[in-house]
């Protein structure tokens, strides 16, 4: 049997207001023996909303991190955590969307913060203004309504959160309505998928302690790339190794890649 996690029987506060403690909870206890709870008072949409009602000011790993120590600091624990969630064009916008999960974990008695994330493609639709209850239910049904909440905005303002037709029906009976996806996690399910993923990722890692210092959170922290080519042997921009580094200290330890010879398509000099 391992040794106990260093973060057995603690409780970790989660900087949320919307329900992501379901999706981390189950890894924290499984992996960690710790807890998960949830902030009540923590205002996480001043940092920024999907909906641009309020500018995103921060990257989004210090925008994590400033959650992550709020939670901590609303609770009173001595670890938060928290994740910021960014979609963008992929394949020059002609593609799906591009989805990066990154989520931040403070421990302040050690002083340190992990990060760990997840970049996926996932489709989202494409706002549009509906102006009939045809074109209103085609939009519905082709994000995934109800399970998939949507924004509307009209000349009244802004309403998020909606998940029945009858509310979107009501606002097309005063005029056009332009709908888009809720991507908040409550309302998004592909995106609670995502966070309950990151969730034993980023859980197996807080387990792996640091062969220097014996600090938890060991994991990948960059590559090597230079992978030489299978037909000429001159490095390639491909990755050699993954670099697993700790959280406080300088150790790092690298990891070779399984592939031991990169494509020559892949080779400046035998396909320039």
Known sequence: MGAPSPFDGTTVAIGTVHGKEA??????????????????????????????????LLT?????????????????TATGLATEASYSPALGGFGPMVHE????????ER??????????????APPRVVRTESEARRYLQRVGFPAQGVVAHTDEGMRKGIQDAATV????????????????????????????????????????????????????????????????????????????GCPRCPEQRKRRRPVEAADPAACDACNP
């Open 23 to 56: 999706a981390f909870a189950p890894a924290f206890r499984r992996w960690l023996g710790a807890w998960v709870a949830p902030t009540v008072a923590l205002d996480t949409d001043a940092l920024g909303t999907f909906t641009r009602d309020v500018p995103r």
């Open 60 to 76: 989004p790993e210090e925008a994590a991190t400033a959650k992550a120590r709020g939670a901590a600091a609303e609770l009173g």
């Open 101 to 108: 999960e990154l989520a931040v974990f403070v421990d302040l």
């Open 111 to 124: 002083d340190v913060r992990v990060r760990h994330g997840i970049r996926e493609y996932v489709h989202v």
């Open 169 to 244: 029906l009501a606002l097309l009976s005063r005029g056009p309505v332009e709908l888009e996806p809720d991507l908040r996690a409550h309302m998004n399910p592909e995106r609670r998928r995502t966070l309950r993923r990151l969730s034993w990722l980023l859980a197996a890692r807080l387990t792996r302690v640091c062969p220097g210092c014996a600090c938890p959170g060991f994991g990948p922290v960059g590559v090597v790339r230079g992978l030489p080519c299978g037909a000429c042997g001159n490095a390639t921009s491909q990755v050699r190794f993954d670099v697993d």
